[in-house]
């Protein structure tokens, strides 16, 4: 396992931006699938987006594709959700996770790292 800690969340209007980051101190940080997931009130945690440990994979919900991006520094040992043309919708607390042993993977059930979530409030 990993420690993340996830920063960058806020108050944004609609068809506004944010820049999530998740780091670590964890040396392994490089062999990590890394997962963004989001939980709004009431409902259950889903997933946005992951990556592969090198970059070179990366899958997305449905929901995000074409406004949301996400990416990592592995020297920097931080992943990052670029969040753009942000929808009320998009509220949530915003997770990030960590896996090994797969290129990219949404299901919450594989990760066994998590952070502490950061909020994202988008107002109309």
């Known amino acids: 396992q990993v420690q993340l800690e996830e920063s960058g969340g806020g108050l944004v209007q609609v068809g506004g931006s944010l820049r999530l980051s998740c780091s670590t101190s964890g040396r392994t940080f490089s062999t990590y699938t890394v997962g963004w997931f989001r939980q709004a009130l009431g409902k259950e945690r889903e997933v946005v987006a992951s990556?592969?440990?090198?970059?070179?994979?990366?899958l997305y919900a449905d929901s995000v594709k074409g406004r949301f991006t996400i990416s990592r520094d592995n020297a920097k040992k931080t992943a990052y959700l670029q969040m753009n043309s942000l929808k009320p919708e998009d509220t949530a607390v915003y997770y990030c996770a960590a896996r090994t042993g797969a290129p990219t993977s949404s299901r919450i059930s594989e990760y066994d790292s998590w952070g502490q979530g950061t909020q994202v409030t988008v107002s109309s």
């Open positions: 990556i592969s440990w090198a970059g070179g994979r990366a």
